[in-house]
Nanobody
């Protein structure tokens, strides 16, 4: 599975950005898709996950109510809509996939290359 994340950029605090992650090489329609992020000098942390059907989602407390994860299995693509962005959301965002229903990065076996999100105050 190859994952290609896109949509990062720079935005002012309070603004919005949408990320996309397109899968190729193999279908991910039966897999959980997740978003993680990593700021400089910190460990990669969980942001959000969506089940294979889209029927279940999970969010980190820090983004709950501001971020929305969604998927389109016909397009083999997962999305992350980020609203009310804060400077502390600044990080490289990675999409990943796993067979499990998990928020733990070690459970994810395929990763995208990451896309940078910068939020200025």
């Amino acid at each position: 599975v190859q994952l290609q994340a896109s949509g990062g950029g720079s935005v002012q605090a309070g603004g919005s950005l949408g990320l996309s992650c397109a899968a190729s090489g193999r279908t991910v329609t039966t897999r959980t898709m997740g978003w993680f992020r990593q700021a400089p000098g910190t460990e990669r942390e969980f942001v959000a996950a969506i089940s294979w059907s889209g029927g279940a989602t999970r969010y980190a407390d820090s983004v709950k109510g501001r971020f929305t994860i969604a998927r389109d299995n016909a397009k083999n693509t997962v999305y992350l809509q980020m609203n009310s962005l804060k400077p502390e959301d600044t990080a490289v965002y990675y999409c990943a996939t796993t067979r499990a229903w998990s928020q733990f990065k070690n459970d994810y076996d395929y990763w995208g290359q990451g896309t940078l999100v910068t939020v200025s105050s």
